[in-house]
């Protein structure tokens, strides 16, 4: 199970749940696979909903990376993702969003 407190999203690959989580190490690989694209330039896509298939599986590769995951993303080219294509693209804006978002403030 997922703690969105700790940034790590869920998502059932090959019927399997997944924990994802993006580690700055998953982001410097992340950067570099964007090439000289920024991240800050990829929140911007998923804000405005201009991002390709191609940073959604590259941020669930990282993501499963960073829970753990040592494939790539060849071994997700006929993997199942329950919810399809469009729970993946959630599951890679939660990543980004989890990522950068602070931690509530203590009550009191």
């Given at each position: 199970?997922?703690?969105?407190?700790?940034?790590?999203v869920e998502l059932v690959i090959?019927?399997?749940?997944?924990?994802?989580?993006?580690?700055?190490?998953?982001?410097?690989?992340?950067?570099?696979?964007?090439?000289?694209?920024?991240?800050?330039?990829?929140?911007?896509?998923?804000?405005?909903?201009?991002?390709?298939?191609?940073?959604?599986?590259?941020?669930?590769?990282?993501?499963?990376?960073?829970?753990?995951?040592?494939?790539?993303?060849?071994?997700l080219r006929s993997a199942d993702i329950a919810?399809?294509?469009?729970?993946?693209?959630?599951?890679?804006?939660?990543?980004?969003?989890?990522?950068?978002?602070?931690?509530?403030?203590?009550?009191?």
């Amino acid at each position: 199970m997922a703690n969105p407190w700790a940034g790590e999203v869920e998502l059932v690959i090959d019927g399997e749940p997944r924990v994802l989580k993006l580690t700055l190490g998953t982001l410097a690989e992340l950067e570099a696979a964007l090439g000289a694209e920024s991240l800050v330039a990829l929140v911007e896509r998923f804000e405005a909903g201009r991002f390709s298939t191609r940073e959604v599986l590259l941020l669930i590769v990282a993501g499963l990376r960073g829970g753990g995951w040592r494939g790539s993303a060849d071994d997700l080219r006929s993997a199942d993702i329950a919810g399809g294509p469009l729970a993946a693209a959630r599951a890679a804006a939660e990543l980004l969003v989890r990522a950068f978002q602070m931690p509530p403030a203590p009550a009191g």
